[in-house]
């Protein structure tokens, strides 16, 4: 038992009409990094943040290095020895490294002494970070790089991460995992919750599996398949995507001259954007995140509008036209930022459904709002992509982040466009829930839609695009298609290298 950091026993944590976890117990051993995978939904969430001190367990109890552990808040948790780094940074673009990590320190030292420190601690660890550098201009791996910073600064005996590299390029996530190893060489913990199961497989000693907020197994992830992983999350097999031969037929989505100004001082501008987009084509738009992906999406729905002939839908020129009347015509969007962009959080999905289905499901007719067909679209919406919620009247912001993900897509692809412009499809969603949005993507393209799936999962987009083109620094490569385009190529693209010829030259 002395190997053993953190003992949860029994925890059980209830809300009005759901268990999100139910008589929970694992052990995490010291210099261990243990996994905890589920499906959204499973009660990942709340276990950390039980552990976290965000929330109280009603029953069952904690024991940290053999002594009781009940933090009140995440500060009395921290002062134990327990840091975490949240899926959504909790950081200000307008200030620097440094002003950010004080910000999350009890008592922080000196400006010059807090400075020498992070320096020295991104050293150590190989997480070279300037702390004068302003956090707006950061990417999101050197953003990521802040955050556990600002946790390694307190010496943390356990380190909770969760789905760290949902953000991050292939080369930053090799160095964040050569900085995990040497943590746990140094006898640090960490509990990391990702969905992608090779990285588990790669990285982790040990898995615990949650399904239904119950515990239904501990395993050895090298010695365990993907597949088999995600099967024991869901406790039934699934298949892998599966798209169609159909012919594509004419451009639909046509984008000419496209430029933009950045949205904010920390934005990109998009600088002439030419692509188009077949009837049954899902088009494949990769790039590191805060390289134009939100303002490309903001343009094409219509949340900003561009100059006169750039934006075209089937002849008809929407360049001026706003996201009401793009939608109405068949061109519909679902952004990255869920809650907030893509949600109200504190409506209901009743009403989450109504505002954005008001007309092509005839939600709303001659200004009034029919009530039942808001409901009924909700429900339909729960059913066919099956959404974790004990209701349709459950405000938006009680999901949990997959299931608010899979309503949002389902939404959309509930209301058959002509067009679907999406921004991270699956960010955050588990191998089964990913599989299901994937798969229904390619059947609305079979059934005759235009798709543009914007997205940092290379993978993803190997596995579903016909045609791929990178997003660089707000400037678009040219299309490719994806079949015969190998990693290495994309990698190219994705650096700036738009003319492979050239660049194999």
């Known amino acids: 038992m002395d190997d053993i950091l953190l003992e949860l026993n029994g925890l059980t944590k209830a809300y009005p009409g759901v268990i999100a976890n139910d008589d929970v117990s694992v052990s995490i051993r010291r210099g261990e990094i243990h996994a905890l995978l589920g499906e959204n939904g499973a009660g990942k969430s709340t ?70 420190r992070i320096l020295d601690v991104s050293q150590s660890y190989g997480l070279p970070l300037n702390p004068d550098r302003t956090v707006g201009t950061l990417s999101a791996g050197e953003r990521q790089r802040v955050e556990i910073i600002r946790c390694l600064l307190q010496d943390p005996r356990l380190l909770i991460m969760d789905e760290p590299t949902s953000v991050l390029t292939p080369q930053e996530v090799d160095i964040l995992f050569t900085t995990l190893r040497q943590l746990k060489s ?14 588990i497989r790669t990285l982790c000693d040990t898995a615990t599996i949650l399904r239904g907020g119950k515990k239904v197994g501990t395993c050895t992830p090298a010695d365990t398949t993907a597949r088999e992983l995600a099967e024991m999350m869901v406790g039934a097999s699934f298949a892998a995507p599966k798209g169609t031969q159909a012919k594509l037929g004419a451009a639909v989505l046509e984008v000419t001259g496209l430029s933009l100004p950045a949205m904010d001082a920390f934005g990109s501008m998009l ?30 729905s219509g949340e900003h509008t561009s100059k006169p002939g750039s934006v075209l839908l089937s002849g008809e020129d929407l360049s001026a036209k706003g996201p009401q009347y793009r939608r109405a015509q068949g061109l519909l969007s679902g952004p990255e930022e869920r809650l907030g962009h893509a949600a109200v959080p504190d409506m209901s999905l009743i009403e989450n459904a109504a505002l954005t289905g008001a007309y092509r499901k005839q939600i ?15 429900e339909d919406i729960i059913q066919a992509f099956d959404v974790r919620t004990p209701g349709p009247g459950v405000a938006a912001r009680a999901l949990s982040g997959g299931n608010l993900q899979k309503f949002v897509v389902g939404r959309e692809i509930l209301m058959e466009p002509k067009v679907l412009i999406i921004n991270q499809p699956t960010w955050g969603v588990d191998a089964a829930a990913a599989a299901s949005i994937r798969q229904a993507l390619l059947d609305l393209a079979a059934r005759g839609a235009a798709i543009v799936v914007i997205s940092q999962d290379l993978d993803e987009l190997i596995e579903i695009s016909d045609t791929f083109a990178a997003l660089t620094a707000g400037r678009l490569s040219d299309v490719q298609k994806m079949q015969g385009l190998d990693l290495d190529q994309i990698g190219l693209m994705l650096g700036g290298a738009h003319d492979l010829d050239a660049a194999h030259a």
Request: zero cysteines; charged letters at 20%.
């Open 186 to 199: 140094e006898g640090t913990s960490i509990l990391y919750i990702s969905h992608k199961l090779e990285e």
């Open 364 to 378: 709303v007719q001659a200004g009034f709002l029919n009530w039942h067909r808001a409901r009924r679209f909700a």
């Open 271 to 300: 600088h002439d954007i030419t692509f188009s987009v077949r009837t049954g084509e899902v088009m494949g738009i990769g790039g590191v995140a805060g390289n134009g992906q939100d303002e490309l999406l903001m343009a094409l």
């Open 47 to 116: 276990l950390v943040k039980m552990i976290y001190g965000l929330v109280k367990p009603d029953a069952g109890g904690m024991r940290l290095a053999g002594n009781t552990f009940a933090p009140q808040d995440p500060r009395s948790a921290r002062d134990a020895g327990v840091a975490m780094v949240f899926q959504h940074f909790s950081l200000f673009n307008a200030l620097t490294v440094a002003e950010n990590i004080a910000l999350g320190m009890e008592n922080p030292p000196k400006p010059r002494d807090l400075a020498a």
